[in-house]
């Protein structure tokens, strides 16, 4: 289970908060990549926390909404056009640093989940595994998401044929079947490979 021995080292050596980040939604064909930033209240953390990935939905709902009350937490967006422009991991360096910015305080330090940080003026550093490790990297992991896939299940009910609902944009059969039969949408991002087979194989 990830513990707070990251935050403690940092917040010793730079005397200050110390924010966690992670992101999700790096795979998905659709839907933006949304990040997230948390500085936890040591004497008010959620039982349970660990890597989004290794939670029921129901155990991950229920401790981001005890994030949002007692812990301060920053999300960053970047959107489908963003992610075209720059490329998946730029666009989630920007959403990272929005994150951040998004916070009501500024870090005395960053702990990134990854093998790298943004281009920012943050004192930071990236955690490998860090959502397994570091319990703000791993509040981040739940912040971030809770909030993708609620954006995802509110695009399902516009666009209900890709089954965002239950897959989230990511390449799940029933959305690679809808992409073959309808092409993409505006919120697909036409970068990947297999939307912009699909958008070329419709057109022809």
Known sequence: MP???YETRYAALHNGPV??????GRG????????????LDPDRIPGGIDDSKALSGKKRAAIHRE?????TVGVGI???EEIDSLNILWASMLAMERAVAALNLRPAFVLVDGNRCPRWSHASAPVIGGDALCLSIAAASIVAKEHRDR??????????????????GYAAQ???????AHG????????????AQAELNLGG
């Open 3 to 5: 513990d707070l021995a």
């Open 19 to 24: 924010a966690g980040v992670d992101e999700a």
């Open 28 to 39: 998905p064909l659709a839907g933006p990549v949304v990040a997230a930033a948390v500085v």
């Open 67 to 71: 994030l949002l009350a007692c812990a």
């Open 78 to 80: 970047a959107s489908v």
């Open 151 to 168: 954006m995802m299940e509110e695009l399902d009910a516009l666009y209900p044929a890709y089954g965002w609902r239950s897959n989230k």
């Open 174 to 180: 029933v959305h690679r079947d809808a992409l073959r």
């Open 184 to 195: 993409p949408t505006p919120h697909h991002r036409r970068s990947f490979a297999p939307v």
